[in-house]
């Protein structure tokens, strides 16, 4: 079985400072891994996925993640915040078994001014 | 390319009704993958279909069904209502393996 977790409900930051919106992940096979972004009223946004290779994976908005295999961790960083980035962020991961996906609960950030 | 669609965005219900959401995927996608998403329980994995089969399938009851046509369209139908069934019902389509899902703006259900 696999499960994801996102122990934060929310994460406050300040604009201008560095965002880390934490995800852990048990799966018995190969993880792929991605990140979502979800702002009000909006479906999900994909932003970044590992799948193999480099454990630091470059995304879109200057948002970045880092593989962790050791920790089973998966965390969505960004420099410097910006207030657009408050939204809904979703990790997900995906096994061998194609096209099942399992989100976490969601992390809600809030960047303020 | 066009984006993933859903219609209708809105839909009001009363419980015992049957509903049916229809969703298109991006050109080219064979798969495509129905979400139900409230406060309470988050994004939970409802079904997916790829070429006109079920592959994979979540935990929902029965009253939860689906299916894809040939042009890779598909709809949901949930019947017997429940007022527990409103929600933010998201289709995501997905083309090569491994490949990230897109994901469409959703049909917002309301039971009363």
């Known amino acids: 079985a696999q499960s994801v977790a996102q122990p934060e409900d929310q994460v406050n930051v300040a604009e201008g400072n560095p965002l880390t919106v934490k995800c852990t992940y048990s799966?018995?096979?190969?993880?792929?891994l991605f990140w979502y972004v979800q702002y009000p009223n909006r479906g999900l946004q994909f932003l970044l996925k590992y799948i193999t290779g480099d454990n630091l994976v470059k995304g879109s908005y200057g948002f970045e993640a880092e593989f962790n295999k050791s920790q089973t961790s998966f965390h969505l960083k960004k420099p410097s915040a910006l207030v657009s980035d408050s939204a809904l962020y979703f990790c997900?991961?995906?096994?061998?078994?194609?096209?099942?996906?399992?989100f976490g609960a969601g992390t809600q950030v809030v960047v303020t001014p | 390319k066009a984006g993933v669609t859903q219609t209708p965005r809105y839909l009001i219900k009363t419980r015992g009704q049957q509903v049916t959401l229809s969703c298109s995927p991006i050109s080219g996608h064979r798969s495509v993958s129905w979400y139900q998403q409230t406060p309470g329980q988050g994004l939970q994995f409802l079904f997916e279909y790829f070429s006109e089969t079920q592959r994979n399938k979540g935990n929902f009851p029965g009253r939860f069904s689906g299916r894809q046509f040939s042009n890779s369209r598909s709809e949901m139908n949930v019947s017997t209502l429940e007022l527990g069934d409103s929600a933010l019902y998201l289709c995501a389509s997905s083309g090569d393996q491994n490949n990230e899902q897109f994901f469409g703006p959703g049909t917002r259900l309301t039971v009363l």
């Open positions: 997900a991961v995906m096994t061998d078994s194609w096209g099942k996906f399992q």
């Open positions: 799966v018995s096979g190969n993880p792929y």
